[in-house]
């Protein structure tokens, strides 16, 4: 479910070109506690649900929530923008995933995608789905964002902002890193994504041949899992922009 509560931005430009194609849902009961009503767009040919998230949206204003221009919420990890289009209306953006800083544009059916995909994931495992914010932080190691798609991410305590996190290389054994944001992370490998909901001690191993995912008591392979192997061969998660 969606987690709203109002956080910094990371950038205010759009991309409104995304926009064609798409098709809206939009909520119906918002206005009956003198809120602006929400509107969600996805891909005209996907196949996404939104009652659920709607329902959601509906159910926080319904609790008292008040929503406005510029604020961000959250599906699970992947932060959401809203944007006043008219009087009535809240439309609501998601990130473009294609360059740091944010670039917001018209939809929710990426976050969506990653949103599903890391309970999948955490199912597969075991495990409670414990999000890390793209707006919060991890460790980085200082090669981390000119490797190929090859590198292992581990998962210590969260502690505030900081997401615990930390991205290096398959055979780093050093000490060295810095903090960047898990979005900037995300542009370098989208193939993080699907992995960000993993609770602390869990340790994920992607080479050019299969992904690995060590958790507390059990370790899962993409060449022995159909879920690591359909996520670790999805084009969109192999994605990059570096």
């Given amino acids: 479910m969606a987690r709203f509560y109002a956080r910094g931005l990371m950038s205010s430009s759009t991309d409104t070109a995304h926009s064609d194609l798409m098709r809206s849902v939009r909520t119906t009961k918002c ?3 003198g809120h602006s009503e929400f509107v969600l767009y996805v891909p005209d040919e996907s196949e996404l649900h939104l ?7 509906e159910r926080a204003v319904a609790k008292g929530g008040r929503f406005s221009d510029g604020d961000i919420l959250h599906l699970g990890g992947v932060p959401l923008r809203l944007f ?4 009535e209306d809240l439309e609501v953006f998601e990130p473009s995933f294609d360059g740091f800083p944010i670039r917001w544009r018209k939809g929710v059916g990426d976050a969506l995608r990653v949103h599903t995909i890391q309970k999948l994931i955490c199912e597969e495992v075991g495990q409670v789905p414990e999000f890390a914010s793209l707006l919060s932080v991890g460790v980085v190691s200082p090669t981390y964002f000119s490797l190929a798609d090859q590198y292992q991410m581990s998962r210590d305590e969260t502690d505030g902002n900081d997401s615990g996190w930390v991205f290096t290389e398959t055979d780093n054994v050093g000490e060295q890193g810095a903090f960047a944001s898990l979005y900037e992370v995300t542009t370098h490998h989208r193939s993080v994504l699907p992995f960000l909901a993993l609770p602390g001690g869990t340790r994920v191993v992607r080479t050019a041949r299969e992904v690995s995912v060590e958790t507390p008591g059990r370790i899962l392979e993409s060449g022995s899992n159909e879920t690591l ?3 670790f061969l999805a084009d969109w998660f192999r994605q990059s922009v570096s």
């Fill in 31 to 33: 206005r009956d506690f």
């Fill in 229 to 231: 192997r359909r996520v």
């Fill in 51 to 57: 009652d659920s998230l709607i329902e959601e949206f």
């Fill in 84 to 87: 006043q289009s008219s009087a």
